[in-house]
T-cell receptor, first 113, second 112 residues
């Protein structure tokens, strides 16, 4: 099976712009979670989608949003970018059972100037 | 491997040594624990997991120990190799939720 794929791998944006990141989970997996990784805060949970519905949400401002399509692919959007949004954004997929292992993609490195 | 704020704790070992990476988790309701390895420029890679009804689980060259009394998790790597050099994260999961809560991570440096 192919692993989790994320596009693009690298992005450079300026403050105030918006960005959309994409994630394709492992075939058959219906849950996609998004995490933000920074040197200062580590790995922090953004949100999770399951069957096109947001199932869980972390403690991030409303500028961070996401959605999931019927084929389980997911996108996350960050509007009005701030310098502090520079981070590695990771997507993870898991099967249907809660408590199963989450498998991560390679991440999208976002740099906000 | 205790977290020291913004700086990752580092464990330096020689090739062939056994490594032990520690993690203190926060929530007594957590019932599933995972160790991930993250190499530079890559996403976290699953190593081994353990459920709260167990106190030890072994994989290939790796062993995870769980002490629920003190909320402590450890990862033991036998015969550490240079390719094991990476940042290691523990993650906890609470029953009924798919969200993972990650520790701050420990950097493992293996010298040839």
């Amino acid at each position: 099976k192919a692993g989790v794929t994320q596009t693009p791998r690298y992005l450079i944006k300026t403050r105030g712009q918006q960005v959309t990141l994409s994630c394709s989970p492992i075939s058959g997996h219906r849950s996609v979670s998004w995490y933000q990784q920074t040197p200062g805060q580590g790995l922090q949970f953004l949100f999770e989608y399951f069957s096109e519905t947001q199932r869980n949400k972390g403690n991030f401002p409303g500028r961070f949003s996401g959605r999931q399509f019927s084929n389980s692919r997911s996108e996350m959007n960050v509007s009005t970018l701030e310098l502090g949004d520079s981070a590695l954004y990771l997507c993870a997929s898991l099967g249907q059972a809660v408590g199963e292992t989450q498998y991560f993609g390679p991440g999208t490195r976002l740099l906000v100037l | 491997g205790e977290s020291v704020g913004l700086h990752l704790p580092t464990l330096s070992v020689q090739e062939g040594d056994n490594s032990i990476i520690n993690c203190a988790y926060s929530n007594s309701a957590s019932d599933y624990f995972i160790w991930y390895k993250q190499e530079s420029g890559k996403g976290p890679q699953f190593i081994i997991d353990i459920r709260s009804n167990m106190d030890k689980r072994q994989g290939q060259r790796v062993t995870v120990l769980l002490n629920k009394t003190v909320k402590h998790l450890s990862l033991q790597i036998a015969a550490t190799q240079p390719g094991d050099s990476a940042v290691y994260f523990c993650a906890e999961n609470i029953r009924g939720y798919s969200t993972l809560t990650f520790g701050k991570g420990t950097m493992l440096l293996v010298s040839p």
